[in-house]
């Protein structure tokens, strides 16, 4: 069981380009969720989903897109990338059921944009 | 205005003594709290938690204190291991969200 898988591990890319993130979970979880770390500020939640076919705006949403056409996949989409953008991604999945909502990571993707 | 707060980026502890990392928090509509653990490279991992209707919560070497009145959680480990040293976040759930601190960098030194 892999958990949850993210694509790119790293990505440097012009600013101006549009870029999606990929996210793949096979735990069957409700609930997915992109966070983006940052030095000094933590992970700050970016976009959700509570189940397929619904989606929310966290955080920090601007400039991002995301959609769940299903279960098991959750991308994150750079429209038109800017440097502010440059940051560490990570996708995260939970069961949805209320044990303080355990949330599980992905490796995360190195993304830098120029 | 970060409502949850690691107000030390970094500790130093020896090998076998404890370690005390500390998270303030401003609100009070927070109803679980949790901290997890972050290896250069990797995504963060859930280490322990605590339900608001809790004080303290032991688990191994992990003890996650809360003291609601002062809006205060804290996590100690005892005894310290090399293996400890990482990104220790304290994340605080609402209303199906956790809102993360800043994090604080632990190395443990022999």
């Known amino acids: 069981i892999a958990g949850i898988t993210q694509a790119p591990t790293s990505q440097i890319l012009a600013a101006g380009r549009r870029m999606t993130l990929r996210c793949t979970q096979d735990?069957?979880?409700?609930?997915m969720y992109w966070y983006r770390q940052d030095l000094g500020l933590g992970l700050r939640l970016i976009h959700y989903?509570?189940?397929?076919?619904?989606?929310g705006k966290g955080e920090v949403p601007d400039g991002y897109s995301v959609s769940r056409a299903n279960t098991d996949d959750f991308p994150l989409t750079l429209a038109s990338a800017v440097p502010s953008q440059t940051s560490v991604y990570f996708c995260?999945?939970?069961?949805?059921?209320?044990?303080?909502?355990?949330?599980?990571f992905g490796p995360g993707t190195r993304l830098t944009v120029l | 205005d970060q409502q949850v707060k690691q107000n030390s980026p970094s500790l130093s502890v020896q090998e076998g003594r404890i370690s005390i990392l500390n998270c303030d928090y401003t609100?009070?509509?927070?109803?679980?709290f949790l901290w997890y653990k972050k290896y250069p490279a990797e995504g963060p991992t859930f280490l322990i938690s605590?339900?608001?209707?809790?004080d303290k919560n032991e688990d191994g070497r992990f003890t996650v204190f809360l003291n609601k009145s002062a809006k205060h959680l804290s996590l100690h480990i005892v005894p310290s291991q090399p293996g400890d040293s990482a990104v220790y976040f304290c994340?605080?759930?609402?209303?199906?969200?956790?809102?993360f601190g800043a994090g604080t960098q632990v190395v443990v030194t022999p």
């Open positions: 995260a999945s939970s069961d949805g059921s209320f044990r303080g909502n355990t949330q599980y």
């Open positions: 735990m069957r979880h409700n609930a």
């Open positions: 989903s509570n189940t397929a076919g619904t989606t």
């Open positions: 609100n009070s509509m927070f109803d679980y």
């Open positions: 605590i339900s608001s209707i809790k």
């Open positions: 994340a605080l759930y609402s209303w199906g969200k956790l809102q």
